[in-house]
């Protein structure tokens, strides 16, 4: 009751017809007309961000075209395959895996958070850099090469000083850590968890 046909490859997005045969000469006349639809193989441009923490997950809006309206979308980072979402057909919001385990320190795991639970199949992979693609139909992905940069996530140390008026707006905080980086259109500050100020790099430690 099924069969399963490779498709050949075209040099357009076209419109086919679908046809049968047992022996290879001999076609069914009833054929189905318009059914299969070659569509262009998706490009990507450019992602925002163009990276993130390897410790935890996230989105990334992938700017490109020949993206379709399916519920078969799906993103590729390395070799980690994830759902993706259609915006338009210049614009996939894809989810971005975490490759990492959180590493907790002493004082947050004094405040008594607990650590993340892990399914039996997350998979570890090394911080670096990875080609993020897109497929349409769930099984062809692009081959456009454009980079997800994962990063160590910062290390938050010491802030001096560690107070401030509350109506001053020019109090300076130097932030100690580690895994400072400047290359992502950042640094930013929040405080409060509210809003992101624009934070001076000093190094990768300040």
């Given at each position: 009751?099924?069969?399963?046909?490779?498709?050949?490859?075209?040099?357009?997005?076209?419109?086919?017809s679908i046809s049968?045969?047992?022996?290879?000469?001999?076609?069914?006349?009833?054929f189905y007309e318009?059914?299969?639809?070659?569509?262009?193989?998706?490009?990507?441009?450019?992602?925002?961000?163009?990276?993130?923490?390897?410790?935890?997950?996230?989105?990334?809006?992938?700017?490109?075209?020949?993206?379709?309206?399916?519920?078969?979308?799906?993103?590729?980072?390395?070799?980690?395959?994830?759902?993706?979402?259609?915006?338009?057909?210049?614009?996939?919001?894809?989810?971005?895996?975490?490759?990492?385990?959180?590493?907790?320190?002493?004082?947050?795991?004094?405040?008594?958070?607990?650590?993340?639970?892990?399914?039996?199949?997350?998979?570890?992979?090394?911080?670096?850099?990875?080609?993020i693609e897109i497929?349409?139909?769930?099984?062809?992905?692009?081959?456009?090469?454009?980079?997800?940069?994962?990063?160590?996530?910062?290390?938050?140390?010491?802030?001096?000083?560690?107070?401030?008026?509350?109506?001053?707006?020019?109090?300076?905080?130097?932030?100690?850590?580690?895994?400072?980086?400047?290359?992502?259109?950042?640094?930013?500050?929040?405080?409060?968890?509210?809003?992101?100020?624009?934070?001076?790099?000093?190094?990768?430690?300040?």
């Amino acid at each position: 009751t099924q069969v399963s046909c490779t498709t050949p490859s075209v040099q357009e997005a076209q419109l086919v017809s679908i046809s049968l045969s047992l022996n290879g000469q001999d076609f069914s006349p009833f054929f189905y007309e318009d059914l299969f639809y070659y569509f262009p193989t998706p490009e990507i441009f450019e992602i925002y961000p163009r990276g993130g923490p390897a410790e935890s997950g996230g989105h990334a809006l992938v700017r490109g075209k020949g993206f379709l309206n399916s519920a078969g979308i799906l993103c590729r980072v390395g070799v980690a395959v994830t759902t993706g979402t259609f915006v338009n057909d210049t614009f996939v919001k894809c989810v971005i895996p975490q490759i990492q385990r959180k590493i907790y320190s002493q004082t947050v795991e004094s405040l008594g958070i607990q650590p993340e639970i892990l399914p039996d199949s997350f998979a570890v992979y090394p911080v670096q850099a990875y080609p993020i693609e897109i497929s349409v139909d769930g099984q062809t992905f692009s081959d456009s090469g454009i980079k997800y940069t994962y990063y160590s996530t910062p290390v938050l140390d010491q802030i001096v000083p560690n107070s401030g008026a509350k109506s001053a707006l020019t109090t300076v905080a130097i932030i100690n850590g580690a895994n400072f980086r400047n290359d992502f259109g950042g640094p930013f500050c929040r405080f409060a968890g509210v809003g992101a100020t624009k934070a001076v790099f000093m190094s990768d430690r300040s």
